[in-house]
């Protein structure tokens, strides 16, 4: 089936310069099976192609059950010569969670719970 | 020495709240405060305050701050390093020096100075390349109205050996405010780490630093997630993080008793990896940090443990960041409601667009979006089935022009349409809204260039 990488992962995006990061995390060791093979430099370029065309770079992260990704030239060239609202790509993590990925209902149901982090 | 060392996260950018630390000071048993002033463009604000006026330059929020703070700080011995000096470090302490002076507290304050590589860059026949690009600076030299490096955490663990209660900096880098009352409070090897173990401490706490360098996105703030962030509890009085580090580096972090947010795996993992690119080589100047090595441990109650962060040699160059001029912007928001409102919108896009080219006013782009359907995702976010249904469309034109004029001038576009252009709108403004646009000229320098004339001035208030 086919979901949103929102409903299998968090994510925050920030920028240097003319590029943009993001980190992207799974909720546990499920999820990041399902995001080490459905995230890559490839599907994440083709996910943002249409709007931003930069090249992207991605590092796997098992240690923490995270990706790093980084999408180049995506400011305009920079946060104070960038002329849309978001200017800084703070709100990119979020475009970068509608990316749709490819899952079974049992791998959707293992990503979402437990959350690691999560105690009562 | 010291067993373990407890700092708190203070601002994270020029504008941040401080009411927060209250808390880390208060109930957190923190020894030291680290405020970090300046993201990578605040140098060009800084630089318009000191261009209208000489004694201006550095992060003027550090005062109302530390009026707030230093009473609750001074009677339990927390000391404070900030890098709000800005560009302009001497003038920070001078203008706390009076505000003190009013209340005749004593304070011992130590000014890091040196960062500033401007006139290195501006120097004829030198190349800087840009980091990304290769290009050399020479295309942008005339331009540049700000150029500083990144500087370790030496001069500020100098500062502290002196007794400095207070340590204004310039620029230095964001996580060395963090690292230097580590390697001060425990000894640790700086430029002489070489063994394994000594630059794996260096690597924890710079990983420490990155953590609480942001103030409330390292304890829950800023959690981007479907629906998650709801967890989060009440952020409208969030603990900023609190870092207890232990000799051998190793740390949990952790928030003030009582406060709002969360520390948990999840909100220190979304800030560990915030603004960092290659994570096997985060660069510093004091050491490079690999993050493939650490664990994170949730512990519960808010506290995430830090180990096995591992760390190589820090860099022979230092990073500079430089910014320049890069033309004008001037923009105009206006919005239109049903029926027909996205017609109308493009009907009112193409007006200006006549105007523009009627009136030859010389520009580069004319970009534009709709705020509340587009603006944050681009062709990413999904138009409803119906456009024509919106009940309202707003747009937002930019002008990207060279000439100042040109932009100063397109507000002035738009007044008649009120009345002989589309109808049902409203809220037009941005009538007089232009400004100017920097570009940013990351490069790299000679670490002897700039520490050679690294200055620490005490002063005593």
Redesign the interface.
Known sequence: MKVRLADIAHARSGDKADWVDFGLFAWNAAGYAVLAREVNAATVQAHFAAWLPGRVECWPLPNILAIKLVLRDALQGGGARNLRLDNLGKAMAGALLRMPIELSEAELAASQSPRVGWWP | MAKTVRIASGLGFYGDSWEPVVASIERGGVCYVCSDHLA??TL?ILQKDRQRDASLGYARDVVPMLMRLWPLMRERGTKFICNAGGLNPAGAAQALRVAFGTKSWKARIAVVSGDDVLAGLSAAGATFPH??NGAPVEGVRERLVFANAYLGARPIVDALAQGADIVITGRVADAALFLAPLVHGFGWKLEDAASAADLAKLAQGLAVGHLLECSG?GSGG?????G?WQ?IPDLAHIGYPIAEVADDGSAVITKAPGSGGRV?????????????????AYLSPDVVLD??????S?L??DR?RLTGASGRARPEQLKVVA?FS??H?A?VTWGFSWPDAMAKAQAAIEMVKSQLADKRLPHD?L?V?Y?GLN???????PLPADVGELNEVWV?L?L?TQVKAAADGFGRLFPWMGLSGPAYTCGLHGLHNSGE????W?TLIAREQVESKVRIEVIET
């Not at chain 2, 646009?437 to 940013?440: A, E």
């Open positions: 990578e463009l060009a980091l990304f996105q800023n959690f981007g997630s479907l998650a967890a948990n795996f999840d909100t220190v993992r979304q800030q560990l990896l915030y603004e960092v690119h290659d994570p096997h993050m493939s090595t650490l664990a994170l949730d519960g109650d995430v910014g890069d033309g912007k923009e782009e970009f979006e705020p603006s944050a995702h681009g062709a990413l976010a937002r930019v990207r646009l920097l570009g940013i990351p």
